[in-house]
């Protein structure tokens, strides 16, 4: 365990939205084990007009509205006080989340997520406040809470102590820059379809083999992309070709 946990400040309109899925599985073990400590903050909470708004048509005109500088940026430095912590802008202009950024944001001790609605937020909040923007993919959805979410998960993953394998993390899809293999329990037998013998044979080295094999041939299938990336070596290169296809991208 470690002596100081992870701390993660959300922001949001709504942030009654975190507290289920916030208390359930490995993220409330984590936070039970004092791995990691998420506060969530009401950006109402700092507007300071009697409606507590904090949204307002766009100037120039158009459809929707746009979260307003002031509650934002109040509640944000309220909490933040005088920590460097990055500051995360949860928008689908951002860059995306892959394994990569997941695991550069784990190595910090402190992060605080805005949470956008509406049209977005006010310009000014991109340009001076916010210290990086992530995006959960090329899609859109109703607001910044469950790409928070999103993250969050993946984030906490990588904290030690936080899985009950330790290696679990390490051997996830895209941790390994490939997709994992098929995975089998029991029953022996279900329907007429077998587990592999490889897999009930007891001989580990063959066992790893024939996992990496069909981690690669997942991945040729499905993501081929990652294979030019990934660090493979001559054998599985030479393999990957006589598969069907030249991983090298060439």
């Known amino acids: 365990m470690p002596t100081t946990a992870m701390r993660i400040d959300i922001f949001s309109i709504f942030p009654e939205m975190f507290e289920s899925p916030f208390d359930v599985s490995i993220i409330k073990r984590a936070r039970e084990r004092e791995l990691v400590n998420i506060q969530t903050h009401n950006i109402r909470d700092y507007a300071t007009d009697k409606h507590q708004m904090t949204d307002d048509t766009p100037y120039g005109g158009g459809g929707g509205m746009v979260m307003k500088p002031e509650p934002i940026f109040a509640a944000v430095e309220a909490v933040k006080g005088e920590d460097e912590a990055p500051i995360i802008l949860l928008s689908p202009q951002g860059r995306v989340l892959t394994q990569t950024v997941v695991e550069e944001l784990s190595t910090h ?113 499905r993501r081929p992309e990652l294979l030019e990336e990934a660090e493979l070596t001559t054998e599985e290169r030479v393999w990957l070709r006589e598969a069907g296809t030249d991983s090298s991208g060439s």
């Open 109 to 221: 001790p402190r992060l605080m997520l805005l949470c956008g609605r509406y049209e977005g937020v006010d310009e000014r909040v991109r340009q001076h406040l916010a210290t990086d923007e992530i995006s959960i993919g090329d899609y859109v959805i109703s607001g910044g809470e469950l790409a928070a979410m999103v993250l969050v998960d993946a984030v906490i993953r990588l904290l030690p102590g936080a899985l009950g394998y330790e290696h679990s993390a390490a051997e996830d899809s895209f941790a390994t820059g490939i997709l994992e293999g098929p995975h089998y329990t029991r029953p022996l037998q279900f329907r007429g379809w077998s587990v592999p013998d490889i897999l009930r044979s007891g001989h580990h080295a063959k066992v790893a083999e024939w996992r990496r094999k069909q981690a690669l041939l997942r991945t040729l299938e």
